[in-house]
């Protein structure tokens, strides 16, 4: 009698596709909106108040690192996840890591609950963690059934 479970270890899922596709766009995104931001885009920073480009321009250097760490590790992390790589859990791991030391900097240690903490951007970071968190989630549990080696 085959084992149930078993039968379909080490196969790629279509799921897997799906949403390792929809995280490299999702994250692609975010590294967007980063590389935008760091070379201080005219166009892309015409959309925020002269307070929020001084809020956006006077991060601190580590949180500017940890928010780079962020970015481009869901990045590589959807990438290995694509490819099947079992260092894909350990990159979103560390990637959401990085977004909370970003986002406690930005909200707790700075000012940037009263420049950028309208309910739009609030709710923005909640469903960024929450994406983050279900990658970690999802990655583990496909090295857990063996589809990531």
């Known amino acids: 009698m085959p084992e149930p479970q078993n039968t379909l270890r080490g196969k790629t899922p279509v799921h897997l596709w799906v949403i390792g596709t929809f995280a490299l766009i999702w994250n692609l995104i975010g590294a967007i909106d980063y590389v935008l931001t760091q070379i201080q885009n005219e166009n892309y920073m015409s959309a925020f108040t002269p307070e929020q480009l001084d809020f956006f321009f006077g991060i601190p250097f580590w949180a500017v690192a940890t928010w780079a760490i962020g970015v481009w590790g869901g990045v590589v992390g959807s990438v290995f996840l694509?490819?099947?790589?079992k260092h894909a859990v350990w990159i979103f791991v560390i990637s959401l890591i990085a977004m909370l030391l970003t986002s406690f900097q930005n909200y707790f240690l700075s000012n940037g609950l009263e420049v950028v903490g309208d309910v739009f951007s609030l709710i923005f970071t909640a469903i960024i963690f929450?994406?983050?968190?279900c990658l970690c989630f999802y990655s583990k549990s496909m090295l857990q059934n063996g589809v990531l080696k």
Do not use: D, E, H, W
């Open 82 to 85: 694509l490819l099947r790589n």
């Open 130 to 133: 929450i994406v983050a968190l």
